[in-house]
């Protein structure tokens, strides 16, 4: 049994991700009062005063990486992975407990993936990767083997990444960029080749 938190378009690909999956959804929290129902499913804004058994889980369903960090932080439930049928997931790698696989994703052997990261539709990671927790691929995004993503990182749709990378924590990286050296933590690089153009805001 799971509770999905954040009711928005996120939230919508993790329903039916989960929905044939066959796992039952009790209900969304969200802050917003204007929000009742998701599809049939209804919105809470608080967590019900519910007893916490054993089986009953959480999926964070916010895009933001800080966002999903704060909220992974402050909730004491456990947290469900949900894996679309049609990823193409190796079975020598590792997926960490609340992150959330869509369709069409491929990860190949002895990647190893964090806590709470989105591998959004048909994104790809090769072999021997590694993404740190809260990291998010965008979709048709591409990782050659070895490459490593710190903490926090988005990584924008359709951008490639070459081989033996190493892209620092809370970096963005814009779309369609082409990434062919190392990235310093908290930099915004576009371009092919990638470039820095800015730094984002350290987290306090």
């Given amino acids: 049994m799971i509770y999905l938190y954040g009711a928005s378009g996120h939230a919508k690909v993790v329903i039916e ?6 796992k039952i959804i009790l209900g969304l929290i969200d802050v917003n009062p204007v929000i009742k129902n998701l599809f049939q499913y209804p919105v809470f804004q608080e967590i019900p005063a519910i007893d916490f058994e054993d089986d009953l889980t959480m999926i964070i369903c916010i895009g933001n990486n800080i966002t999903r ?3 992974a932080e402050k909730i004491l439930m456990n947290f469900e992975t949900a894996i679309h049928p049609s990823a193409n997931i190796s079975g020598r790698s590792s997926i960490g407990v609340g992150s959330v696989v869509m369709a069409g994703v491929s990860v190949n052997s002895d990647a ?17 990767c590694i993404l740190e927790d809260y990291v998010h ?7 050659a083997g070895s490459v490593k993503i710190g903490e926090g990182t988005h990584i924008g749709i359709g ?12 970096v963005t990286i814009g779309a369609g960029a082409v990434i062919i050296r190392d990235v310093p ?3 915004v690089i576009v371009g092919n080749p990638g470039r820095i ?3 984002n805001q350290k987290l306090n």
Avoid: F, M
């Avoid at 993936?113 to 994104?123: E, F, P």
């Fill in 17 to 22: 991700i989960l929905e044939q999956r066959q």
């Fill in 69 to 71: 960090k704060r909220v």
């Fill in 112 to 128: 190893n993936i964090g806590k709470h990261v989105i591998l959004n539709t048909n994104c790809s990671l090769d072999h021997d």
């Fill in 137 to 143: 691929i965008s979709p048709n995004a591409a990782l």
């Fill in 159 to 170: 951008a490639c990444i070459i081989q033996g990378i190493k892209i620092g924590k809370w």
């Fill in 185 to 187: 933590d908290y930099a």
């Fill in 197 to 199: 153009i800015k730094y």
